[in-house]
């Protein structure tokens, strides 16, 4: 069991994001943690991606996609929901995988109250669901994933994922990205429940 370290964030987005399949996210709270298995991320490859925020250039909400991979950005949209993206690549390279959904491992019952609901397969499939149950909000964002006191982080425990496990897919809802709504960016697990979009 080991925290992934900065320099697993500093390669390409696109790799990270097949990478992730199997990792395990982690919310500490207190001495407790809430954890899920990832199983289903986006890639989001720089600004000429124009289904990328950076595609619009280096902006207050965006800067910190300008940073070093290893760190949080956290955003609030359609002004309900919070998405969980971690920065990859190196400074002034914009780019970040989107973790879409996980399976519940840790504290399932804690992420039932956080989430108002006792449906076990609607806790965490979708990325404003997942922020709901593991209590992300903004506070996270431009922080770090891999410093030694960070409540929010993501470990390696050993869960083997063979590459044909992992289907690659269309990203979900940037319909008005043009040619890159039709790029396989979407990576998630075959089979698993949680996973927000089958294709």
Request: with cysteine; aromatic share 10%; proline share 3%.
């Amino acid at each position: 069991m080991s925290k992934l370290t900065s320099q697993f964030f500093q390669q390409k987005a696109s790799l990270v994001a097949k990478s992730l399949i199997g990792k395990v996210l982690v919310r500490r709270v207190g001495k407790n943690k809430i954890s899920g298995i990832i199983v289903e991320t986006e890639a989001y490859i720089g600004s000429h991606d124009l289904a990328c925020h950076a595609s619009k250039g280096k902006t207050e909400r965006t800067k910190v996609m300008f940073e070093k991979g290893g760190i949080w950005y956290v955003y609030f949209i359609y002004g309900m929901y919070f998405n969980l993206n971690i920065v990859t690549e190196n400074e002034n390279c914009p780019t970040a995988v989107l973790i879409r959904s996980i399976e519940p491992l840790e504290g399932a019952e804690e992420m039932k109250k956080n989430r108002k609901t006792d449906n076990f397969f609607n806790l965490t499939s979708g990325p404003g669901k997942l922020c709901q149950a593991l209590k992300i909000d903004k506070s996270f964002n431009a922080t770090s994933a891999t410093s030694k006191n960070t409540e929010l982080y993501i470990e390696d425990r050993g869960i083997k994922i063979s590459p044909r496990e992992i289907e690659k897919a269309k990203r979900i809802g940037i319909d008005y990205s043009g040619i890159w709504k039709d790029k396989l960016l979407r990576f998630y697990l075959k089979g698993n429940p949680f996973v927000s979009k089958k294709d």
